[in-house]
């Protein structure tokens, strides 16, 4: 296990974004590799709103004819583990 985790940050400090994950506050080596690997390329989203539905921390708007909910959760809809990741760097940051 202490060899992949090496692995892991070998291989991620090659990638650029990296460094740059790292510098928002609560984001430290091992969240920046997961966000990254979960993520991809990020040219494959062509606007914000689709990492940000990828991400499923998008909010769900219930309406139903004149009703509309004052309370919108998130869809969850997305990668679970990138979701976690993004939940861990808030709580550390």
Not at 22 to 32: D, L, M, N, Y
Not at 64 to 70: D, L, M, Q, V
Not at 82 to 88: D, E, P, V
Request: with cysteine.
């Amino acid at each position: 296990l202490s060899k992949i985790s090496t692995e892991i940050d070998v291989l991620a400090k090659e990638i650029e974004e990296y460094q740059i994950i790292q510098s928002i506050p609560g984001i430290g080596e091992k969240i920046a590799a997961t966000i990254i690997s979960e993520v991809g390329e990020i040219d494959r989203f062509n606007h914000p709103k689709k990492l940000v539905a990828f991400a499923g921390v998008d909010p769900s708007v219930y309406s139903s004819g004149k009703f509309t909910a004052s309370v919108n959760r998130i869809t969850k809809r997305g990668s679970s583990r990138l979701r976690h990741a993004l939940f861990m760097a808030v709580q550390c940051g």
